[in-house]
């Protein structure tokens, strides 16, 4: 029980009665808001595991066509080694010195170009020895992101369980502590709470209602002062309650 409501000794008791019921509901409220921003939670660590996911693929596939262009590569040194064997068959087989001269110059221009090629090679495997290092750490982050989703899920998962118990608890005891109060009071205090928002029971604040802040009369302050009668600030409807220490009713939460 909140203690503002005990020191409240002439206190309403409709009033002090609302006042628990209306901390009990802004928890409520309070607790709804955590457990709608939960699924937005998951949804935000699963993207980010699936963005690391997303920058490992395109590093597999760049390695690959690092691969695919080398394999070529390879492929042509190969077909241009095979041109240079024919190339000496024909000069072991021709009688012709011109000729030979002529496939020797041949020769040497493919050995040239090979050379170029290997080159080229060489090149693209030091780019996918570098590329190694990348791939390895964008698969260290993937582990990473994934680690931390799994645990944040089921994290997001108790805190789910949680609230959710929580909240059935307070249905309960709202449902307990309604029961107790008359029905025009509650029905008042509930159309009060559509149309206002959490803060409908306030204090009295140096001589104005805590809610809209508009002066009251003397006679509504005297009025709540006696805890005799419920009274309403007659510009915004809220419910009023006074007490010698002004508590007002958000300071009430334990
Ligand atoms: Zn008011």
Redesign the pocket.
Known sequence: MAKGVKMAGLMNEAISQLLVLQDRDSKATRLEAELESIDPEREKTRRESLQAQQVLEQAKQAQMQLEVRRKDLENEVESKKEQIRKYSQQQLETKKNEEYQALAREIEHVRKAISELEDQELELMEEQEAFKAKLAEASQVVDAAKASEAKLLSELDEREKNLGTELDELDEERETLAEAIDEKTLTHYERLLDTKGGRVVVGIDHGS?G??H?KLQAQEIVNAKSGRERVA?T??G?LLYYTREMILANELED
Do not use: I
């Open positions: 209602c809610g809209c508009m600030c510009n915004c809220r």
